[in-house]
């Protein structure tokens, strides 16, 4: 039953599912902006096209006939997708999922207006006068984001008025494809934050994987654990929100969930359609399938039977301080001769200033204060130096 999946954008994320669909035979052509990018290094085959020039995008599905399209990334002609639906492909999980959840505008519309989940109060604003405008409305403190980009690109909190202009040119330069716009969050004064791995099937129920917790600096995730600390009556809330949103949004596959969790509930915060960068942890062990398999199971109607805690684990990134074009790494020795530790290099051709080039991952027996564990994962990552 091998099928062909055309894979849109090749991080590490994709890499990973990429090395999932080989091992049970199917075949991947990994499809991004540059050459040698992390799953086109273990993939059948691979394109490099801008995915936002939807010509482009077409001549690549029509060359290539897949089963399955499977994006990574939020830069791609998205609005083809109901076309390729037409045509017969499955776009994973669907064409309205990648399309809403592209746009942080369409999401976040979806989850307050329609589903009436509880979020943060927001506003967009499409100019920096308009941002001032949105900011004076919500309130200071507030974050600010694109509605298209990825990693916590383009992300700032503004703390004063004097932040604003800045903040309008950091999201700018930040988005991705052609959409200049932000969307302005009030701040929420949240106690901790988690991702909850949330798996669609088409032949059985929506599943839950055991709460994620994660740190962020820069918008980006630095640490994430599993199992997270959560009450039952916040996981409760959270798997319902869960179930609405991605039950709305239709199709099959893993989606990572984002909640803050705060003295007055649970907040509903972003949505991501494929794997989560925060669910590299189950790259530890934690879970019976990673999050990669699991995408890819309900992606071809496997049936899931259950998600299962394994261990409890923890990622740290590895990060690069510098510029470079050919990038090497030292203390790898170091990082191998710890126990109950292992790490991930993505295989990117060039680095930048705080670029995530690896992971470093630990795990210990269930019970163990997670604490414990995101501390060893750090001191694993600091071993790992990226070097110019």
């Known amino acids: 039953m091998q099928k062909k999946i055309l894979l849109l954008g090749s991080g590490e994320l994709g890499k990973e599912f990429v090395i999932a669909a080989q091992r049970i035979g199917q075949k991947v052509i990994a499809v991004d902006s540059y050459e040698n990018a992390p799953a086109m290094q273990v993939a059948h085959g691979f394109e490099v096209i801008n995915m936002l020039d939807g010509a482009a995008l077409d001549a690549i599905v029509a060359k290539h006939k897949p089963d399955f399209i499977v994006p990574e990334i ?9 076309d390729y639906e037409k045509q017969g492909i499955t776009v994973v999980p669907s064409a309205k999922a990648a399309n809403f959840t592209m746009n942080r505008k369409a999401i976040r519309d979806l989850a307050t207006k329609d589903l009436s989940l509880r979020t943060a109060n927001y506003r967009y604003a499409t100019s920096a006068e308009e941002l001032q405008k949105a900011v004076a409305e919500v309130g200071i403190p507030c974050v600010v984001k694109p509605l298209m980009s990825s990693s916590g690109k383009g ?22 494809g052609d959409v200049v716009e932000v969307i302005v969050e009030a701040f929420v004064n949240f106690n901790s934050e988690i991702t909850l791995l949330t798996v669609t099937q088409n032949n059985g129920p929506t599943l839950f994987c055991p709460p994620i917790g994660h740190r962020q600096e820069r918008g980006d995730y630095q640490e994430s654990w599993q199992p997270a600390n959560v009450t039952d009556a916040a ?4 798997q319902d929100m869960a179930r609405k949103v991605t039950e709305a ?14 003295d007055e509930g649970v907040y509903f915060s972003e949505l991501s359609p494929r794997p989560h ?11 019976n399938f990673n999050e990669f398999e699991l995408h890819l199971r309900a992606i071809l109607s496997l ?14 990134v590895i990060l690069a301080s510098g510029n470079s074009d050919n990038p090497t790494f030292s203390g790898i ?10 790490f991930r290099l993505f295989g990117k051709p060039t680095s930048r200033p705080y670029r995530r080039m690896g992971v470093a991952l630990v795990s210990d027996v269930i019970g163990t204060p997670v604490e414990e564990i995101v501390q060893k994962s750090k001191i694993a990552a600091a071993l ?3 070097n110019k």
């Not at 049936?303 to 740290?316: D, F, N, P």
Request: zero cysteines; aromatic letters at 8%; a negative charge.
């Open 74 to 82: 939020e830069a791609i002609r998205t609005e083809r997708f109901y």
């Open 155 to 176: 992300q700032s909190t503004i703390k004063t008025e004097a932040d604003i202009e800045k903040a309008w040119k950091y999201a700018v330069e930040g988005s991705r």
């Open 235 to 238: 996981m409760a809330e959270a």
């Open 249 to 262: 949004l239709g199709g099959a596959g893993l989606f990572g969930v984002e909640f803050f969790l705060a």
């Open 277 to 287: 960068d925060t669910g590299m942890v189950t790259l530890a062990g934690t879970q």
């Open 303 to 316: 049936s899931i039977a259950e998600v299962t805690l394994e261990k409890a684990g923890a990622s740290a």
């Open 333 to 342: 020795e170091k990082i191998a001769a710890l126990p109950k530790t292992d």
């Open 384 to 386: 790992i130096n990226v």
